[in-house]
């Protein structure tokens, strides 16, 4: 399966810390994106990085990717009770015109 | 107001009995897509379209049944073929393989419930 995996699976940080979860896949790519799910809710896209980009930035999110490990990590600074969520990784893979979402990390802001 | 919408928001389903999930997008967008997501999972493919009176099967597609016969409008049906259905349903749209822009845009759920 083509599906990513997220790494932790679980994080817990106090308010005002610096957030950090990864993601591998297993094929080539078009782009990842990252995504946001509150509890019982739809997703909502955060950020999208291109293949042939290394790093992006859109407010307190910095995403980067490394192709040639077939990784990516997003990283929540200044973190906030309200960026109390699960993300999930989604990866648009190059043949065909699927996008296949990571099994996600479930972060707590504690304020 | 522009975006996605399903419907209804909770469904309660007797065991046998197909049932159908709506989706509905003014966004203008070509592809739109289905996906189950269990209790602390991600997400599944169930079934793409990214083109009317087009569709394809994603992963778990068995059990599964959909349309395409607007743009706007892609429902899904839960058959009684489907043997573990309680799950939430979430149904996305994008503008399609040629705009490069590959965001999804994601309806707020179905959580269907097997009695």
């Known amino acids: 399966s083509q599906q990513g995996e997220e790494d932790p699976q679980a994080l817990s940080i106090q308010e005002g810390e610096n957030a950090t979860m990864n993601c591998s896949y297993k094929?080539?790519?078009?782009?990842l994106q990252w995504y946001r799910q509150n509890s019982g809710r739809g997703l909502v896209h955060l950020i999208l990085i291109r293949s042939n980009e290394r790093e992006k930035h859109s407010g307190r999110l910095r995403v980067t990717l490394d192709t040639s490990k077939k990784s990516s990590s997003l990283l929540i600074t200044a973190s906030r009770a309200a960026d109390t969520a699960s993300y999930f990784c989604a990866t648009d893979v190059r043949t065909g015109n699927q996008f296949y979402f990571g099994t996600g990390t479930s972060l707590t802001v504690i304020p | 107001d522009g975006g996605i919408t399903q419907s209804p928001k909770y469904l309660f389903r007797k065991e046998g009995q197909n049932v159908t999930l709506s989706c509905e997008q003014n966004?203008?967008?070509?592809?739109m897509y289905w996906y189950r997501q269990d209790p602390g999972q991600g997400l599944r493919l169930i079934y793409y379209?990214?083109?009317?009176?087009?569709?394809q099967k994603g992963d778990i597609a068995e059990g599964y049944s959909v349309s395409r016969e607007k743009k706007e409008s892609f429902p899904l049906t839960v058959t009684s073929a489907q043997k573990n259905p309680t799950a939430f349903y979430l149904c996305?749209?994008?503008?399609?393989?040629?705009?490069?822009?590959?965001?999804?845009?994601f309806g707020p759920g179905t959580r269907l419930t097997v009695l």
């Open positions: 094929t080539s790519i078009n782009n």
């Open positions: 966004l203008n967008h070509d592809a």
């Open positions: 379209s990214q083109i009317v009176n087009d569709f």
């Open positions: 996305a749209s994008a503008p399609g393989w040629t705009s490069g822009r590959g965001e999804q845009f």
